[in-house]
């Protein structure tokens, strides 16, 4: 039985998964993201996913696992005029984010940090990000000022949700709608199969 670690606290992520039929347990990875830049914003989220990892398989190799055992991170940025943005925090920057976002569109990155432990504890990684275009609706300020004032977007990458409140004002997406929620299923599978490890083989 292969065993999955989900380095994250992301309730969406673990979501995923679980609609997916894979229970992860989960591993806090705390990781001090105001002190990480990257030129780019694919380069920022495979770093930040890469120190997610690391942090979360140091915790599961201190355990000196016996089975096969799959490391999973993640993070999430919007980026839009060629600014990254993550979660804003507090709803008056969420207000501002959401009124920039309205009637145009935005590339959501989320990079992804895969490590396989084999049975013998050797260690192997990748690290890619996946992307999606996501197209905003032109909402209201009054729209805005509710969304904003319901919590949802002061806590999640990019100010918004497509699996939440904020669905409605996602007109459509170019792209893997599970990369928006956080977590790119496609890619993983692609990941773990070159990692050797096929998808029926988490459920043996």
């Known amino acids: 039985m292969i065993r999955v670690i989900l380095g994250s606290a992301s309730p969406a992520r673990l979501a995923v998964l679980r609609s997916a039929g894979i229970a992860p347990e989960v591993v806090?990875?705390?990781?001090?993201?105001d002190t990480v830049s990257a030129p780019d914003t694919q380069s920022l989220v495979n770093e930040l996913a890469r120190l997610k990892g690391e942090v979360t398989l140091a915790k599961v190799l201190a355990e000196a696992p016996g089975d096969t055992t799959v490391v999973l991170a993640a993070d999430t940025m919007l980026e839009l005029d060629g600014r990254s943005y993550g979660k804003p925090g507090d709803?008056?920057?969420?207000?501002?984010?959401?009124?920039?976002?309205?009637?145009?569109?935005?590339?959501?990155?989320?990079?992804?940090?895969?490590?396989v432990i084999d049975a013998t504890g050797v260690v192997t990684r990748r690290i890619r990000a996946a992307t999606t275009t996501v197209y905003f609706a032109d909402m209201s300020d009054a729209e805005i000022a509710w969304y904003a004032a319901t919590g949802e977007p002061v806590q999640v990458a990019g100010s918004f949700t497509i699996d939440g409140l904020g669905g409605p004002f996602i007109t459509h997406i170019a792209g893997d709608p599970h990369n928006v929620i956080g977590l790119s299923l496609p890619l993983l599978r692609q990941l773990l199969a070159e990692l050797g490890i096929a998808w029926p083989e988490l459920f043996a």
Do not use: N, P
């Not at 959501?108 to 490590?115: E, I, N, P, W």
């Open 28 to 33: 806090i990875s705390a990781v001090d993201e």
């Open 91 to 115: 709803e008056a920057t969420a207000l501002e984010r959401l009124s920039e976002m309205r009637g145009r569109s935005g590339t959501l990155y989320t990079g992804h940090f895969v490590a």
